[in-house]
T-cell receptor, first 113, second 112 residues
């Protein structure tokens, strides 16, 4: 199947700093990508839909100014966690695909100290 | 979008078949049933999907009841590496895009 990569796989940052996570579709073009967050022992929660060339669509309760999403090309979407706090520590996962299939990245483990 | 109900956990002996049930009683006629699994600290992995007919691939079989209100994922010969959380999802689409929305899933433990 198609491959979606994420970078970095793990990141530790200090409280108050910003962290950028990249999501790439390696062998296909994706006009839409999705960002999820997963807390320990919990299921994946959809955060936002990233649209190439336009603004992202955020799920209810997700702060757009805190989780900045940029989808500048058909193969790359970035999620920037701004002014990170310890409660933002989580596993962030992106996905990309088509109307019938979604492929998930390996995830990024963010720890905010 | 139709919601799904799965048992929170199951266990299975290595080499035996693992049968994971899912209820989706409010599924509509044009909604597909998808199954994914997530091994600890990894992204979800697609397993199989179906609409009405039973489906089989190299990973698993999917049995959908005639009324489509429930389905069963079958791992015919479970291995230790099949230990994971298995998610049953009914396809939710928005503007043509398919957006997987995850419930709690079933934590499957395969033991020796």
């Amino acid at each position: 199947g198609a491959v979606v990569s994420q970078h970095p796989s793990r990141v530790i940052c200090k409280s108050g700093t910003s962290v950028k996570i990249e999501c790439r579709s390696l062998d296909f073009q994706a006009t839409t990508m999705f960002w999820y967050r997963q807390f320990p022992k919990k299921s994946l929660m959809l955060m936002a839909t990233s649209n190439e060339g336009s603004k992202a669509t955020y799920e209810q309760g997700v702060e757009k100014d805190k989780f900045l999403i940029n989808h500048a090309s058909l193969t790359l979407s970035t999620l920037t966690v701004t002014s990170a706090h310890p409660e933002d520590s989580s596993f962030y996962i992106c996905s990309a695909g088509s109307s019938y299939e979604q492929y998930f990245g390996p995830g990024t483990r963010l720890t905010v100290t | 979008d139709a919601k799904t109900t799965q048992p929170p956990s199951m266990d299975c002996a290595e080499g035996r078949a693992a049968n994971l049930p899912c209820n989706h009683s409010t599924i509509s006629g044009n909604e597909y049933v998808y199954w994914y699994r997530q091994i600890h600290s990894q992204g979800p992995q697609y397993i199989i999907h179906g609409l009405k007919n039973n489906e089989t691939n190299e990973m698993a079989s999917l049995i959908i009841t005639e009324d489509r209100k429930s389905s069963t994922l079958i791992l015919p010969h479970a291995t230790l590496r099949d230990t994971a959380v298995y998610y049953c999802i009914v396809r939710y689409s928005s503007g043509g895009s398919y957006i997987p929305t995850f419930g709690r899933g079933t934590s499957l433990i395969v033991h020796p």
